[in-house]
């Protein structure tokens, strides 16, 4: 559960000291030319992940890339702040952001760990009940978990090794400006000091990108824009862990169904703390956010687990809500005339239920499809690219738009446009290969990998899968729920 960038725009100095950090890997091209260093600049607004990854993709091209935040950034180790507010609750990054983050900033793995952060293999280490029941020892997928605090302090602490990234933070951008030719972008505005010029501008400011109104304002057309929302909500709270010799998980997660519209999950934090983001679909379902009240919810989920690991356990932050959860997809990528010189990443272009997970993959996937593009181009050749550039960004969105719609489409209340019928073919079949993974390892396996992003959909397609879904068609997809697995009790059992 997660979303992966800020959510708003940026920028004053934060002065920084020259650092050439890390080389940048060799298929992510060199740096650019002496005799263009002095006009090759790339802004990036917004120092979420998107952004950060954007700047390290950007810095092996431009001889300085800015980063343009609004936040003042703490600096004495990792803090809430408010241009991320999701961070009070779950994030996940699964392995295919995982692993695209390791090829950009290697051995950064490493340092999120010795933070604080815990590499699972999903669902092995956890008590996660499916809709269609308990998962079993199956293979699955690795899933890093921390705090998002840790993750951005982390992952910008190794960005900004690299002295051509900067960061300018405590105000805000306020517009573009427009190239002398009346069809690129060459800077931003800022709400105090000068103009920013640059070669190119990338728009990685989160759910309240400016955007379209900037590219309104400049005579470009407003994007049509997609909406699927189950009207989820969110409220977390972080405990102290308790101890319990018997227990062989390290996470729960109790997920709802459309006859059950409520779940909630269990993470470990750095500290031997526990984070618990309780969820619900629809009216009547939100979480509560009134301390004395978090553990009644967490009883009424179908599992009594994860209220059972907390019922003792000791509080240590107050209960925390989020409302803000539905899919949003402004297709930038679809206009007619784009401007050269202006790109739009992260969720600023496309936004998930967080609840799948997808929003820091989809941040790394988008990172990754701006480096190849950019490989074989010079500095000058960029902005011009950006229509193209803009495709092939927007393209990472696509598996991750793909299963967060189709799956809040379940829920009745869902606003937006109702399943077709090719939708809802496919969510009966995936609800068939959900009974099926909680126990068979060949449908499993190639489950987590299209969930983790490291496979592509069709490969729960394939003649050797369907055979095997197929056989299982006598399993309920929403059988009655057991209180726990056959492979664990509750506490002290």
Same mark, same amino acid.
Not at 194 to 199: F, G, H, N, W, Y
Not at 256 to 285: A, E, K, Q
Not at 349 to 369: E, I, K, Q, S
Not at 428 to 437: C, D, I, L
């Given at each position: %559960?997660?979303?992966?960038?800020d959510?708003?725009?940026?920028g004053?100095?934060?002065?920084?000291?020259?650092d050439?950090?890390?080389?940048?890997?060799?298929?992510?091209?060199?740096?650019?030319?002496?005799?263009?260093?002095?006009?090759?600049h790339?802004?990036?607004?917004g120092?979420?992940?998107?952004?950060?990854?954007?700047?390290?993709?950007?810095?092996?091209?431009?001889?300085?890339?800015?980063?343009?935040?609004?936040d003042?950034?703490?600096?004495?180790?990792?803090?809430?702040?408010?241009?991320?507010?999701?961070?009070r609750?779950?994030?996940?990054?699964?392995?295919?952001?995982?692993?695209? %983050?390791?090829? %950009?900033l290697?051995?950064?793995?490493?340092k999120?760990?010795?933070?604080?952060?815990?590499?699972?293999?999903?669902?092995?280490?956890?008590?996660?009940?499916s809709?269609?029941?308990?998962?079993?020892?199956?293979?699955?997928?690795?899933v890093?978990l921390?705090?998002?605090?840790?993750?951005?302090?982390?992952?910008?602490?190794?960005?900004?090794?690299?002295g051509?990234?900067r960061? =300018?933070?405590g105000?805000a951008?306020?517009?573009l400006?427009?190239?002398?030719d009346?069809?690129?972008?060459?800077?931003v505005?800022?709400r105090?000091?000068?103009?920013?010029?640059?070669?190119?501008?990338?728009?990685?400011?989160?759910?309240?990108?400016?955007?379209?109104?900037?590219?309104?304002?400049?005579?470009y057309?407003?994007?049509?824009?997609?909406?699927?929302d189950s009207?989820?909500?969110?409220?977390?709270?972080?405990?102290?862990?308790?101890?319990?010799?018997g227990?062989?998980?390290?996470?729960?997660?109790?997920?709802?169904?459309?006859?059950?519209?409520?779940?909630?999950v269990?993470?470990?934090?750095?500290?031997?703390?526990?984070?618990?983001?309780?969820?619900?679909y629809?009216?009547?379902?939100?979480?509560?956010?009134?301390d !004395? !009240?978090?553990?009644d919810?967490? &009883?009424?989920?179908?599992?009594p687990?994860?209220?059972?690991?907390i019922r003792?356990a000791e509080?240590?932050?107050?209960?925390?809500g989020?409302?803000?959860?539905?899919?949003e997809w402004?297709?930038?990528?679809?206009?007619?005339?784009?401007?050269?010189?202006?790109?739009?990443?992260?969720?600023?272009?496309?936004?998930?239920?967080?609840?799948?997970?997808?929003?820091?993959?989809v941040?790394?996937?988008?990172?990754?499809?701006?480096?190849?593009?950019?490989?074989d181009l010079?500095?000058?050749?960029?902005?011009g690219?950006a &229509?193209?550039?803009?495709? =092939?960004?927007?393209?990472?969105?696509?598996?991750?738009?793909?299963?967060?719609?189709?799956?809040?489409?379940?829920?009745?209340?869902?606003?937006?446009?109702?399943?077709?019928r090719?939708?809802r073919?496919?969510?009966?079949?995936?609800?068939?290969?959900?009974?099926?993974?909680?126990a068979?390892?060949?449908?499993?396996?190639?489950?987590?990998?299209?969930?983790?992003?490291?496979?592509?959909?069709?490969?729960?397609?394939?003649?050797?899968?369907?055979?095997?879904?197929?056989?299982?068609?006598?399993?309920?997809?929403?059988?009655e729920?057991?209180?726990?697995?056959?492979?664990?009790?509750?506490?002290g059992?």
């Amino acid at each position: %559960m997660d979303n992966e960038t800020d959510n708003h725009p940026a920028g004053s100095p934060t002065s920084r000291p020259d650092d050439p950090g890390h080389e940048p890997g060799h298929d992510l091209g060199g740096a650019p030319a002496e005799e263009d260093r002095a006009q090759d600049h790339a802004v990036v607004l917004g120092a979420g992940l998107a952004g950060l990854l954007a700047a390290r993709v950007l810095a092996t091209k431009f001889a300085r890339v800015t980063l343009v935040e609004r936040d003042e950034l703490p600096e004495a180790g990792p803090a809430f702040r408010p241009g991320v507010p999701q961070s009070r609750h779950v994030h996940v990054l699964w392995s295919r952001g995982l692993e695209l %983050m390791e090829h %950009m900033l290697p051995g950064i793995t490493g340092k999120l760990v010795a933070a604080g952060a815990a590499v699972l293999e999903s669902p092995r280490d956890f008590l996660w009940l499916s809709p269609a029941g308990w998962f079993g020892a199956v293979p699955g997928a690795e899933v890093l978990l921390a705090g998002r605090e840790v993750i951005d302090w982390t992952v910008r602490q190794e960005v900004l090794r690299d002295g051509r990234i900067r960061v =300018r933070a405590g105000s805000a951008a306020t517009g573009l400006l427009a190239g002398a030719d009346g069809g690129s972008v060459a800077g931003v505005r800022l709400r105090e000091g000068e103009p920013l010029t640059a070669r190119l501008v990338v728009d990685a400011t989160g759910r309240t990108s400016k955007a379209s109104d900037w590219l309104a304002a400049l005579g470009y057309e407003v994007p049509e824009a997609s909406r699927c929302d189950s009207r989820l909500a969110y409220s977390s709270r972080s405990f102290a862990a308790t101890e319990d010799p018997g227990r062989r998980w390290r996470g729960v997660y109790v997920q709802g169904r459309p006859d059950s519209p409520r779940g909630g999950v269990l993470v470990p934090l750095d500290g031997d703390r526990w984070l618990v983001t309780l969820l619900g679909y629809g009216s009547g379902h939100a979480p509560p956010t009134k301390d !004395e !009240e978090f553990l009644d919810f967490a &009883r009424t989920l179908r599992s009594p687990a994860l209220y059972d690991a907390i019922r003792d356990a000791e509080p240590l932050s107050p209960a925390t809500g989020f409302r803000g959860t539905a899919n949003e997809w402004r297709h930038y990528e679809r206009v007619e005339r784009w401007p050269a010189g202006f790109l739009v990443l992260g969720d600023a272009a496309c936004r998930f239920n967080p609840v799948y997970g997808h929003g820091m993959t989809v941040a790394a996937l988008a990172a990754d499809a701006l480096a190849t593009a950019i490989r074989d181009l010079g500095p000058a050749e960029i902005p011009g690219a950006a &229509r193209r550039l803009q495709r =092939r960004t927007a393209a990472a969105a696509e598996v991750a738009w793909q299963i967060a719609t189709s799956e809040d489409q379940r829920y009745p209340g869902t606003e937006g446009p109702p399943p077709d019928r090719a939708t809802r073919i496919l969510q009966k079949y995936m609800s068939r290969v959900m009974a099926g993974a909680t126990a068979d390892p060949g449908i499993s396996a190639p489950f987590f990998g299209v969930l983790s992003l490291s496979a592509p959909p069709n490969t729960l397609l394939s003649p050797g899968t369907v055979v095997r879904v197929l056989s299982k068609w006598r399993l309920p997809t929403a059988p009655e729920t057991t209180a726990y697995p056959s492979h664990h009790g509750p506490p002290g059992a």
